[in-house]
T-cell receptor, first 115, second 111 residues
């Protein structure tokens, strides 16, 4: 059983399109995250939800909108895709928020290519 | 602003040698430091987590040390194997529970 699963694994689309990436975790965790890994391989936090509440919203264009229908799911919708959105997007989860011993569990990533 | 640097960016070692990977961070006010492994096309796997009050953590052939005051951590992998080939990322938790990642150490273990 995959602990953190995200779909699709690959996403190729044209500029201007709207697309969604889905994430589900079956670990019973309360906190979920979206990270972006750019071409230089830096991983940066985009959003974090704890018990379906948004708690981190980094400087991300408002074309990106996360949605958490329940604790086990955190989806990412992207409007009006741009070339610079091309990256690998990782979903992650942790048991709780704000504890010093929290390990993160990552999904396998979604490689988004905007043409 | 927290910045994490990992040196060297890439290294190759013959099988059986010990691996030493270095991580440094600019702000010592951290909650913990984690070492992750990333395989091509896959997500990150957490290897070791050292809380700010701890000096080291060990798991099998892996040992990670933390010197918070100097802003350094080292990951040791004993008796490397070809299966250890991967990218190893260091990340620190700081501020409002944010993680700052390094760019990783890309390791190739030559059989």
């Amino acid at each position: 059983d995959t602990a953190v699963s995200q779909t699709p694994k690959y996403l190729v689309t044209q500029m201007g399109n709207d697309k969604s990436i889905k994430c589900e975790q079956n670990l019973g965790h309360d906190t979920m995250y979206w990270y972006k890994q750019d071409s230089k391989k830096f991983l940066k936090i985009m959003f974090s939800y704890n018990n379906k509440e948004l708690i981190i919203n980094e400087t991300v264009p408002n074309r990106f909108s996360p949605k958490s229908p329940d604790k086990a799911h955190l989806n990412l919708h992207i409007n009006s895709l741009e070339l610079g959105d091309s990256a690998v997007y990782f979903c992650a989860s942790s048991q709780d928020w704000g504890k010093t011993n929290e390990k993160l569990f990552f999904g396998s990533g979604t490689q988004l290519s905007v043409l | 602003k927290q910045e994490v640097t990992q040196i060297p960016a890439a290294l190759s070692v013959p099988e059986g040698e010990n691996l030493v990977l270095n991580c440094s961070f600019t702000d010592s006010a951290i909650y913990n430091l984690q070492w992750f492994r990333q395989d091509p096309g896959k997500g990150l796997t957490s290897l070791l987590l050292i809380q700010s009050s701890q000096r080291e953590q060990t798991s099998g052939r892996l040992n990670a040390s933390l010197d918070k005051s100097s802003g350094r951590s080292t990951l040791y992998i004993a008796a490397s194997q070809p299966g250890d080939s991967a990218t190893y990322l260091c990340a620190v938790t700081y501020g409002n529970n944010r993680l700052a990642f390094g760019k990783g150490n890309q390791v190739v273990v030559i059989p």
